[in-house]
């Protein structure tokens, strides 16, 4: 890229990191410094912020970058990720958004503990919940690095690792100083960034073609190499029946993952009711409906203007095909209208991966502070230490998810965000629905539930292609593939189910069922929701 290009997408990043850190600054001195203040925003959002908040959290770096690359580089086989995150939402909207904010404070695990011994389940669900949280950070790190490998020209990597290093910290001050409330307006500026960003760069590839979809798709067929087979199942997904059942495996974690991700149900605690709850969906729906069908025009359109080759050229993996066919669109490398639109895309970029970062930080720190060390800590635990140590968790999160940015670098982001909605979908979403609608689900049940859908899949992850054995996994020297999918989510996901099932018959504890009606008239009607 030019030094045009560098310094004005730098100029608008620096201004966006600018106004979300006055936001945090703002925040922090008119904040009370409770519990409920730091994790749910004192629950002060209408439906219509909430739902921008949420559509500003789910629209991630995988969502702009990896998806749209994934798109361009495979065609029809990469549309499975825009389907799979939507339709995920039917799921969010008619099992959990109104029951989870009815039965729930914080967490997951408050839903779950409202009707088991607290500790076992709070350290199961704590622990499932910041390691989802951390594989879906790293994903979010490895878009920043990938773009400012193409905003500063095929940078080194060194200054990708600074840049993995920059977002982990900036991150880490969001949480840490402005808590749910100031996360959640950085969530809301961001949408509106983003859903401008991509109906501006929609309606330009539209008006390239003359508003003819079928152009588009025939000329992006013509270029990407493959013919028609390009826009027909099978080109990433086809073969052997290894690549079916990962195609499957895919689909099943991204419609299943949503709803146990923990910076999705922490956002249904930031509004007054369980009405709003179901309305912020129905709003984040909307938003997010139509940003993943822009994304498929977005794919196509860097297949048809930028060329699959030129992509993979960038970055092999696909996630700078967006800011390259901003480029085009404006006019190519030296013109003025490129420098800028590339620089607004590349800016819009930046502020995605920042804003999702701080509200999956503070999800995961609320685990830690509010689960895990309350857990260990018992009736001693009081709020204000509880805040201390989720502020203190924000900063170890940070860490290892920066560490971990820089190790799985080379991998599509869209790719490693399939890897935590697995897990997600895995560990967290059976003891949830277990626990919300099994009148004899015990404690044993929801540990179980959780380690017995966690454990295969990071074991499964280890032991599959892409850790080592191909030339492409993260080792490529070393050989521990054992497991033929790339996702686990075919495999761990009725593990979860089974194990919570398992857990709940042979346990000796007999199923509390005051405590289950309790639960059920609080989750159908929200008497007695906090």
Known sequence: MTGNHQTLALLLFSVFVAITLGITTWVSRHR?????EFYAGGRLFSPMENG??????????????????????????????????????????????????????FTLADVVASRMSERPVRIAAGTSSVTVSVLYLVAQMVGAGSLVALLLGGASEAAQAWTVIGVGALMVVYVSFGGMRATTWIQIVKAVLLMGGAVALTVLVLVRFHGDFNQLL??????????????????KYSGDWTARLDFISLGLALVLGTAGLPHILSRFYTVPTARAARRSVVWAIGLIGGFYLMTIVLGFGAAAIVGPDAVRGSNAAGNTAVPLLALDLGGGVASTGGTVLFAIVAAIAFATILAVVAGITLASSASVAHDLYASLRGRRAKPHSEVAVARTAAVGIGVVAIALGLLVRDLNVAFLVGLAFAVAASANLPVLLYSLFWRNFTTRGAVWSVYGGLVPA????????????SPASLFPGVDLQYFPLENPGLVSIPLGFLAGWLGTVTSAE????????ETEVRALTGAGAV
Not at 54 to 73: P, R
Request: proline fraction near 4%; glycine fraction near 14%; aromatic fraction near 10%.
């Open 32 to 36: 009370h410094g409770s519990a409920e």
């Open 52 to 105: 921008f908040a949420i559509a500003g959290d789910y629209m991630s770096a995988a969502s702009f970058l990896g998806i749209s690359g994934l798109i361009a580089l495979f065609g029809y086989d990469g549309l499975l990720y825009s389907v799979g995150f939507l339709v995920a939402w039917l799921v969010v909207l008619f099992l959990v958004a109104e029951l989870v904010r009815n039965c729930g404070r």
């Open 218 to 235: 025939g000329t992006a067929a013509e270029r990407s190499g493959h013919g028609k087979s390009f826009l027909a199942p099978g080109l």
């Open 458 to 469: 990071l074991a499964l992850v280890v032991l599959s292609p892409v850790v080592s054995g």
């Open 510 to 517: 007999p199923p509390d069922e005051a405590k289950h009606a």
